[in-house]
């Protein structure tokens, strides 16, 4: 063990004891500093604040800005946060730091925010408004590793006076600043790869390398132990393009970001995206210092994907939801035109004039159940919420992401193959009503869920083998052969 020595300074005591009071108990009445409510607030709330500046700011894009004193605004996307707690020698009255990259159209700046109480609420893809007086050059630092950004600024909005910050959240400012560093019209972004092409060795040493997906789901919030006994949270977002899939971690303030996004609708163009390997041993996405998220990019490869997905989504989806109002369930079943169809002409009559809605019945078998097994496996009944599948034997769930509470639908894959002398259905395709559930078991879906192992068991074996009309109906939105009702 080493010898320490005592220091000059430990002979003397610190003069101000009160500096290193945390802010929060900085109250007005108790010190007595002189400082009226409002102006603390202001500092330690400083997005309240009102903002008169004395001075004139220059409206520049980031682009045009250069490094020294001037005082500028300007507005910019997030696209890359860190949030850092702790004292920092620069700023002693600092509570901790967010570490950000704003871009507009032109140009993207790396900058130090710093807070004297409550980080603020910022995420990635949020608009902000600057106004500072002093832009530095990131080359001159030396800490840089960002190609794309060659200017900073440090900031301390409420602190520093001529510094304020503006968090738009209008719905007015949502067209602006959008479009990708490097894009210009008609020509292929610089560096864009597909996903399987960045997997497959596009992250290692191309320089600018882009990759654009979509949100596929949402992860739920989780806490690890670090070895230094910290803790931190993290989210797992899983991401997807035309070519594969990849999980992304976000961690800790990065991941109130997640919280907007709707998987399968958005975009997400990440440009010098980290890659790490996992334990599998597959390939995933690391938000790295240099990494930029644009959220929802403008320009054409990113209207390509969105429309892509939503196509995939539908296909994909468990889609336990039934659409009411669509057919008229009395006329289908005890209506005066009831066509009865075989697999073969229900399926040539969809794919040569799929977009009628029509309504008819079926008679099929029923070669085999996976009641029994579903029902073991705890997943009798299914959902979807933020893009993952959810399931229970429980009626209601609540979602593990969001916490939403959900209700339940019997899950579609209960019911096996379905064949008649013309062809099959395979299980999971077809769209069950309520309705339709409860005339096949004889019984309400909350009987359903709460039915025995040995009740479930012996219904498995009666319905195996079974042959029943099903009434059927198809419409080109729903895109998916819904059962209207069973007749044994
Ligand atoms: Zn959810």
Not at 285 to 308: C, N, S
Not at 362 to 368: D, F, G, K, P, R
Not at 404 to 416: D, V
């Amino acid at each position: 063990m080493k010898v320490s020595y005592p220091s000059v300074q430990s002979f003397y005591k610190r003069e101000v004891q009160a500096e290193k009071e945390p802010a929060a108990d900085a109250s007005p009445v108790k010190v007595g500093d002189g400082f009226t409510e409002e102006e603390l607030s202001d500092a330690l709330d400083p997005l309240s604040r009102k903002w008169n500046p004395e001075r004139e700011y220059e409206e520049m894009s980031i682009v045009q800005l250069i490094p020294g004193p001037r005082a500028v605004t300007f507005v910019g996307r997030i696209v890359n946060l860190t949030t850092f707690f702790g004292d920092t020698p620069k700023q002693p009255k600092a509570a901790g730091f967010h570490s950000l990259i704003a871009k507009d159209d032109s140009g993207a700046i790396s900058i130090k925010l710093y807070f004297a109480r409550d980080q603020y609420p910022l995420k990635l893809g949020q608009l902000l408004s600057f106004w500072t007086v002093f832009i530095s050059d990131t080359s001159k630092i030396g800490s840089s590793t960002v190609s794309a950004v060659t200017v900073c600024a440090n900031m301390f909005p409420g602190r520093v006076t001529s510094d304020h910050i503006m968090i738009h959240t209008t719905g007015s400012t949502d067209g602006i600043c959008h479009t990708p560093l490097e894009y210009k019209k008609g020509q292929p972004l610089p560096g864009l790869m597909t996903l399987d092409t960045w997997l497959k060795g596009g992250h290692d040493g191309v320089t600018g390398a882009k990759i654009l997906v979509c949100v596929k789901s949402l992860g739920g919030r989780k806490t690890i132990r670090r070895k230094d006994g910290a803790e931190s949270d993290l989210a797992d977002v899983g991401l997807f393009d035309h070519t594969g899939e990849v999980p992304m971690t976000l961690w800790n303030s990065q991941i109130d970001s997640c919280k907007d996004w709707q998987p399968g609708t958005t975009i997400l163009l990440l440009s010098s995206p980290g890659y790490k390997v996992q334990f599998s041993g597959k390939g995933s996405v690391g938000i790295l210092h240099q990494t930029m998220i644009d959220v929802e990019p403008d320009f054409p490869d990113a209207d390509w994907l969105r429309k892509y997905a939503a196509g995939l989504m539908k296909k994909e989806s468990l889609n336990v939801v039934w659409p009411e109002g669509v057919w008229d369930v009395e006329a289908a079943e005890y209506g005066v035109v009831r066509m009865l169809f075989t697999l073969a002409e229900l399926d040539r009559w969809v794919r040569s004039d799929g977009n009628q809605t029509f309504t008819g019945m079926i008679n099929v078998t029923i070669m085999e159940m996976s009641l029994v097994s579903l029902h073991r496996r705890n997943m009798l009944m299914c959902a979807e919420c933020c893009g993952v599948p959810i399931y229970s034997n429980a009626l209601t769930i609540p979602c593990r992401n969001c916490s939403t509470p959900l209700a339940l639908s019997l899950n579609p894959r209960i019911i096996g193959t379905l064949l008649d002398e013309t062809g099959s259905i395979a299980p999971g395709k077809l769209l069950w009503s309520t309705r339709a559930w409860e005339m096949l078991f004889g019984r309400n879906v909350e009987e359903i869920t709460a039915m025995t192992g040995e009740e479930v068991r012996s219904f498995e074996q009666r319905v195996c083998w079974l042959r029943c009309h099903l009434v059927v109906g198809w419409a080109e939105e729903v895109g998916r052969l819904g059962v209207l009702g069973v007749l044994m």
